[in-house]
């Protein structure tokens, strides 16, 4: 590969999408933006939020985390689908039936103002970083195949690929979105499904060759039952539902295109689709990831000791252009999914929740559409910004204990959410957002000592069910001890 040939793929896909946004976006209104008319097949909603699933990061970690954490992975994949299904029976009528566009508004109608803004500025916060983060890797392997070959600044880089998702999603928003990720699905699961059988072309193997090997090898391993390891199957299985409520359920994110959807009834079966197809892309990307190092041992190719490094060199070092090019366009694939929707989910999320343009009634539909695109504008600029300083740290350690810390803002809405659902209490509203930020003070402590002092036991994504319950217990200190039987959410068909 070289960088005119990368740059060439990366305009075409590039056209692909505008030509998407331009079908897309004609005759669009801040509803388009916010919630596609309401009008998305569920169908397609479902197989695009696969690729939105499936980040940047993920594409090329979890095939490389298979030689640290073998299969377990599987049984985190395993938990998403009771994760979904509370999403599907619980989150989704709730969020339908009260017809919302920001997900957060239920907390200001169950608690008040304070745990609203609380719960929307988490969001914010966490998405942010996590966006930022995704894309600066994207963006850092564009910067050096292609565009450092001209001598491109990287901030010449991240402005131009900012700029072109500024561009197609600008009009229509989460209705262009739904559309494109469609399109990043499918090239990312083509890109991981080539390379298998690339892999198996060098080594003389099958598919069914392929498979005997892997479910031979060590890294097939799925049930870890010592309690101790933080890949234990249970710990695993209950974190994974627990993540899937949180970073789908409880995620402007994810959840704007469920409520894009028709009715309830196409919601519901959009994440009951989604959530079994992931099952099947997990197992897909985790066999790839075994396959990887089976072709890395074959060939006695020395494993990077960033194992996220290892399907980007033996696609792009080892097995010929092809290979390179797929890889590439996966990756591009995921960093636009990424990127894309988080920049339409953060624009809501600071338009209805912090702004409350909904709620003036004396502004034109003019004005909150100016409004609405200056918000989109400047919430790219502090995206574009946040990449730039994740490039000036330049440490990779220091960015991932930046991007561990966003994912601990989680689990505040989640212990919000539970007490709002499980109780009828109301509570000391003002106090709510010390609450959010002590909890997971509390458990960072706790993680970073639990090995002294919890005999040698080591905190995996266990840590956000832990989250959820200081946030709760803390709501139960500042409830009001009289049971709130007025409350506005309570009034609501739900």
Same mark, same amino acid.
């Given at each position: 590969?070289?960088?005119?040939?990368?740059?060439?793929?990366?305009?075409?896909?590039?056209?692909? *999408?505008?030509?998407?946004?331009?079908?897309?976006?004609?005759?669009?209104?801040?509803?388009?933006?916010?919630?596609?008319?309401?009008?998305?097949?569920?169908?397609?909603?479902?197989?695009?939020?696969?690729?939105?699933?499936?980040? /940047? #990061?993920?594409?090329?970690?979890?095939?490389?985390?298979?030689?640290?954490?073998?299969?377990?992975?599987?049984?985190?994949?395993? /938990?998403?689908?009771? /994760?979904?299904?509370?999403?599907?029976?619980?989150?989704?009528? $709730?969020?339908?039936?009260?017809?919302?566009?920001?997900?957060?508004?239920?907390?200001?109608?169950?608690?008040?103002?304070?745990?609203?803004?609380?719960?929307?500025?988490?969001?914010?916060?966490?998405?942010?970083?996590?966006?930022?983060?995704?894309?600066? *890797?994207?963006?850092?392997?564009?910067?050096?195949?292609?565009?450092?070959?001209?001598?491109?600044?990287?901030?010449?880089?991240?402005? $131009?690929?900012?700029?072109?998702?500024?561009?197609?999603?600008?009009?229509?928003?989460?209705?262009?979105? #739904?559309?494109?990720?469609?399109?990043?699905?499918?090239?990312?699961?083509?890109?991981?499904?080539?390379?298998?059988?690339?892999?198996?072309?060098?080594?003389?193997?099958?598919?069914?060759?392929?498979?005997?090997?892997?479910?031979?090898?060590?890294?097939?391993?799925?049930?870890?039952?010592?309690? !101790?390891?933080?890949?234990?199957?249970?710990?695993?299985?209950?974190?994974?539902?627990?993540?899937?409520?949180?970073?789908?359920?409880?995620?402007?994110?994810?959840?704007?295109?469920?409520?894009?959807?028709?009715?309830?009834?196409?919601?519901?079966?959009?994440?009951?689709?989604?959530?079994?197809?992931?099952?099947?892309?997990?197992?897909?990307?985790?066999?790839?990831?075994?396959?990887?190092?089976?072709?890395?041992?074959?060939?006695?190719?020395?494993?990077?000791?960033?194992?996220?490094?290892?399907?980007?060199?033996?696609?792009?070092?080892?097995?010929?252009?092809?290979?390179?090019?797929?890889?590439?366009?996966?990756?591009?694939?995921?960093?636009?999914?990424?990127?894309?929707?988080?920049?339409?989910?953060?624009?809501?999320?600071?338009?209805?929740? +912090?702004?409350?343009?909904?709620?003036?009634?004396?502004?034109?539909?003019?004005?909150?559409?100016? +409004?609405?695109?200056?918000?989109?504008?400047?919430?790219?600029? #502090?995206?574009?910004?946040? +990449?730039?300083?994740?490039?000036?740290?330049?440490?990779?350690?220091?960015?991932?204990?930046?991007?561990?810390?966003?994912?601990?803002?989680? /689990?505040?809405? *989640?212990?919000?959410?539970?007490?709002?659902?499980?109780?009828?209490?109301?509570?000391?509203?003002?106090?709510?957002? $010390?609450?959010?930020?002590?909890?997971?003070?509390?458990?960072? +402590?706790?993680?970073?000592?639990?090995?002294?002092?919890?005999?040698?036991?080591?905190?995996?994504?266990?840590?956000?069910?832990?989250?959820?319950?200081?946030?709760?217990?803390?709501?139960?200190?500042?409830?009001?001890?009289?049971? !709130?039987?007025?409350?506005?959410?309570?009034?609501?068909?739900?």
């Amino acid at each position: 590969m070289n960088p005119t040939t990368t740059l060439i793929i990366f305009l075409a896909y590039t056209a692909i *999408l505008f030509s998407i946004a331009f079908i897309t976006s004609r005759k669009s209104t801040n509803e388009t933006y916010f919630v596609g008319n309401r009008a998305s097949p569920w169908y397609v909603v479902a197989y695009g939020m696969i690729g939105a699933s499936l980040s /940047g #990061v993920t594409f090329i970690s979890i095939p490389g985390d298979v030689g640290n954490s073998y299969f377990s992975y599987m049984m985190l994949v395993f /938990g998403y689908l009771l /994760g979904y299904a509370v999403i599907a029976q619980v989150l989704l009528p $709730l969020y339908y039936n009260l017809n919302l566009t920001s997900i957060y508004t239920y907390l200001e109608k169950r608690f008040g103002l304070s745990s609203y803004k609380t719960g929307a500025s988490f969001f914010l916060l966490s998405r942010s970083i996590g966006a930022s983060f995704r894309v600066y *890797l994207v963006v850092n392997v564009l910067h050096v195949f292609v565009f450092d070959a001209w001598n491109v600044p990287f901030i010449g880089t991240v402005m $131009l690929f900012m700029g072109l998702i500024i561009l197609y999603s600008f009009r229509g928003g989460i209705k262009t979105i #739904v559309w494109t990720d469609t399109l990043q699905t499918t090239f990312m699961i083509l890109a991981v499904l080539f390379t298998i059988h690339l892999i198996g072309n060098e080594m003389n193997l099958s598919l069914g060759g392929l498979i005997k090997a892997a479910s031979e090898s060590k890294y097939s391993q799925m049930i870890f039952t010592d309690w !101790n390891h933080r890949h234990h199957f249970l710990k695993q299985f209950f974190s994974g539902a627990f993540i899937a409520i949180v970073m789908t359920g409880l995620d402007q994110d994810m959840m704007q295109k469920n409520l894009s959807c028709r009715n309830l009834r196409e919601a519901q079966k959009n994440v009951y689709l989604m959530s079994w197809s992931l099952v099947l892309v997990n197992l897909i990307f985790l066999f790839l990831g075994i396959v990887l190092y089976l072709y890395a041992e074959s060939q006695q190719i020395d494993i990077p000791q960033i194992t996220d490094n290892l399907f980007p060199l033996i696609a792009i070092e080892h097995l010929g252009a092809k290979a390179g090019i797929l890889f590439f366009i996966g990756l591009i694939a995921a960093a636009f999914s990424s990127a894309d929707g988080s920049l339409a989910s953060l624009t809501t999320s600071f338009y209805f929740d +912090i702004l409350g343009i909904d709620k003036n009634h004396k502004l034109t539909e003019k004005q909150k559409t100016r +409004i609405r695109k200056t918000t989109h504008m400047s919430i790219s600029v #502090v995206l574009i910004l946040m +990449i730039i300083v994740f490039r000036a740290i330049s440490d990779q350690s220091v960015i991932q204990k930046l991007f561990t810390i966003a994912g601990y803002t989680y /689990g505040p809405l *989640l212990g919000l959410y539970s007490f709002g659902l499980l109780t009828k209490y109301s509570v000391k509203d003002k106090w709510i957002p $010390l609450i959010a930020v002590l909890s997971p003070v509390l458990c960072y +402590i706790i993680s970073f000592n639990s090995m002294e002092w919890f005999n040698g036991y080591k905190f995996g994504f266990e840590l956000l069910i832990l989250n959820g319950l200081f946030t709760f217990a803390g709501l139960l200190i500042i409830r009001n001890k009289q049971v !709130n039987k007025d409350s506005k959410i309570s009034k609501e068909k739900h």
